[in-house]
């Protein structure tokens, strides 16, 4: 049996984490479910009219205003651990149906970095967020994205800021 490179890689890096007694090195200001969970306000910008942006989700629906809330999105339970959870997202505006949000979780991207995402579990469409926090807020960038074949050259990214507001 020949192994390809990758496989040799991947061989190599479970070796050496066997190997390695040592705790993961933390990081200063890594979030945490407390720091982050909270209201927001989503600041304007390009991505609210562009053109492109509107080919895979309507933004008018995007709400102005969000809570990342401290608790695990009901309904979910056999795609989320304690580790690596779904947590709720809440919206000021009320929706007539669950598919007309875009939001419905936040998740830290992996247990290592300080980057969030916020999006819809499973979704093959739409809008979604990948955000750091700097200082009180959260920036990072809004993106459609779609699953149909032949499109990815016609998604949109752009940046976006959420300001921490007073929570309703």
Known sequence: ???SSPGLTLMGLLVASTLSCSPPPTRTGQLDTETVAG???LADGRWRTDS???LFFSYYRIPT???LRSTKLR???PIQTESTPLLAV???EKSASYSSVPF???QRLRRETDSIYVGTPLASGGVAMNLVRVGSTLQGKIFSFTDSPGSSDLLASFPITLRRIECW
Request: with cysteine.
């Open 1 to 3: 049996m020949r192994l």
């Open 39 to 41: 209201c927001y306000s």
């Open 75 to 77: 309904g979910w339970d």
């Open 52 to 54: 492109l942006a509107k």
């Open 90 to 92: 809440e919206t000021r």
């Open 65 to 67: 205003e969000i809570k």
């Open 104 to 106: 419905h979780f936040w």
